[in-house]
């Protein structure tokens, strides 16, 4: 038993989906901020897609044009939102 929880420590980190599309975000969003800051951004693979007032209009603009598939969607930011989960949820 040890050496199986062992054997699944030693494993490289899955990646994550969508994780190059992340990485193309995180690598423009000094270069968006000045002009899209607030809109969202489509990715799909390498591309970006572009930029939209909405998360919704994004989606649909992604699903005409490629089909029901994964798309990144993320709002143009500085810096993340908060969300607050109350205590008796938990």
Do not use: C
Request: aromatic share 6%; charged share 30%.
């Amino acid at each position: 038993m040890a050496e199986r929880v062992r054997a699944r420590g030693e494993r490289r980190p899955r990646k994550t989906a969508l994780g190059r599309e992340q990485a193309i975000y995180e690598a423009n969003l000094a270069i968006w901020v000045p002009e899209h800051e607030n809109e969202h951004v489509l990715i799909k693979d390498d591309e970006i897609l572009g930029f939209f007032e909405s998360r919704e209009e994004a989606l649909l603009a992604g699903y005409a044009r490629l089909g029901v598939v994964p798309l990144f969607v993320k709002q143009v930011a500085t810096s993340e939102p908060v969300s607050q989960i109350p205590n008796g949820l938990l």
